[in-house]
């Protein structure tokens, strides 16, 4: 209809301008107006022609930028060996998974070229439905992963009827829990989508999993997940997935994925290192002349995520920071110390940090320890639990600060109902009260988790 309205205007005001031009009068004023009033009347109906977004279209866009957001921007564009990214060897290993058909891929000891993107070998070696991404530590699965998200992403905002990809960490994953339910369930801890629209989007196959970090699920667990995974596939036949997992956790598994498809990351070759120490020109000069004797060394060096540390750590350093040894925890434990020294000496950290380097280290390693202890991989603030404090002088401190803040609250609103004097008598009671069920709630907690690791309570 806009369309309409907008030729009859300009036909119109054209039209009047030439009858002006020819016979002057007002006649042709009114043609000219009638033919302006048009086209901005066009305009008009094509706004409101324009179709307002769905509720789904909003979630689904939100979703989208969610995703992008944290995973894309801001672990795989800001990661450590984003700066390493190269041309990584990739081989098929139709081994690894077990295939939902009696016809199966033969074994090709061939790399795929390294023109094909992560979305390309999905669609084609994962067939687009599902694929393992099978690594050593820090050969670059994740980022693999991300990569492909990235891919994802794109070609879902080109085209609605794609899901919507979301990468989930399995690490959080429970014994006898079903796949479904816990990817609800994630959605709403992690994406803060509603519960019933995160069901409605697993049971209706409208979002693409990407799963990392199988080899982290506990290893009693790991075969159960596994067993998991492949119910989730027989009931979501049509849902797309692929799953990283180091390589020699998943191996010692008796059972395997029941995926189309799976790939293997190729160590780096010597030409590839070097390749990639040449970039940095004179400065990394040392590391190339102990890479040549050091077998250790040439070991570390040969995934991108070590490769990334050296490069951070030995950075214009002198040959006398290094060690020649054949002892590989040696060279790593050495390495990872100067990258921490190197880490504590950039220029960019403030000199008046609230921390010492001491006091830095201390608690990054306490919070460490509590995250693998509670199979947490992302850092959330809200995950931190009062559960968490071992020492009782922490725990009272704690309960002492909620007493406080509740009986504040109840003193508030006693104080505007009845008084000064009445505030401050149900302030107590109440703070009292909050405080003798906190503690007696976190006692039977840290009893629990005590018998549970097999100590005894104190």
Not at 13 to 34: H, K
Not at 263 to 284: H, V
Request: charged share 20%; proline share 3%; aromatic share 8%.
């Amino acid at each position: 209809m806009h369309l309409i309205l907008r030729a009859v205007g300009i036909l119109a005001i054209f039209v009047s301008l030439i009858w002006w031009f020819a016979e002057p009068g007002f006649d042709p004023l009114y043609a000219f107006i009638t033919g302006l009033a048009a086209l901005l009347g066009s305009l008009i109906v094509q706004k409101q022609e324009q179709p307002k977004e769905t509720l789904d279209q909003r979630n689904r866009r939100v979703m989208l930028n969610h995703v992008e957001n944290f995973w894309v921007k801001g672990i795989l564009e800001m990661s450590l060996h984003g700066a390493a990214m190269l041309e990584l060897g990739i081989k098929e290993d139709p081994s690894a998974v077990s295939y939902p058909w009696t016809i199966k891929s033969e074994q090709r000891n061939e790399t795929i070229p390294t023109r094909k993107s992560m979305l390309q070998i999905f669609d084609e070696v994962g067939m687009g439905r599902s694929l393992l991404i099978l690594g050593a530590p820090g050969s670059g699965k994740t980022t693999m992963l991300l990569e492909l998200a990235r891919l994802l992403i794109e070609r879902a905002r080109q085209d609605e009827t794609e899901p919507v990809p979301v990468v989930f960490h399995l690490a959080s994953w429970k014994e006898k829990q079903s796949l479904a339910g816990w990817l609800a369930e994630q959605l709403n801890i992690i994406y803060y989508v509603p519960k019933k629209t995160a069901h409605a989007w697993v049971d209706e196959n409208r979002i693409l999993l990407l799963l990392d970090g199988l080899d982290e699920v506990k290893q009693d667990n790991r075969p159960e997940c596994v067993e998991a995974i492949n119910l989730f596939r027989n009931e979501h036949g049509l849902t797309s997935l692929v799953v990283c997992s180091r390589i020699e956790e998943y191996l010692t598994l008796d059972v395997k994925l029941s995926l189309e498809g799976a790939i293997k990351l190729q160590p780096l070759t010597r030409q590839q290192i070097n390749e990639y120490f040449g970039r940095f020109g004179k400065s990394l000069a040392a590391i190339k002349q102990l890479l040549k004797k050091d077998k250790a060394l040439q070991e570390l060096a040969q995934t991108p995520l070590m490769l990334s540390i050296m490069v951070l750590a030995y950075k214009d350093r002198n040959a006398d920071d290094w060690i020649a040894s054949g002892n590989l925890e040696q060279q790593r434990t050495h390495l990872f110390d100067m990258y921490v020294a190197r880490m504590f000496d950039r220029s960019t950290r403030s000199a008046n940090a609230p921390f010492t380097k001491l006091q830095a280290l201390r608690y990054l390693s306490w919070l460490a320890c509590m995250m693998i202890q509670h199979n947490i991989i992302t850092y959330q603030i809200e995950a931190m639990q009062p559960s968490w404090l071992k020492k009782q002088s922490q725990v009272g401190l704690h309960r002492l600060y909620v007493s406080l803040i509740v009986g504040l609250i109840f003193g508030l609103i006693g104080a505007l109902v009845g008084g000064l004097g009445f505030g401050l008598i149900v302030g107590l009671i109440f703070g009292l009260l909050v405080g003798l069920i906190f503690g007696t709630a976190h006692r039977i907690m840290m009893i629990d988790r005590l018998k549970w690791s097999g100590q005894s309570p104190r």
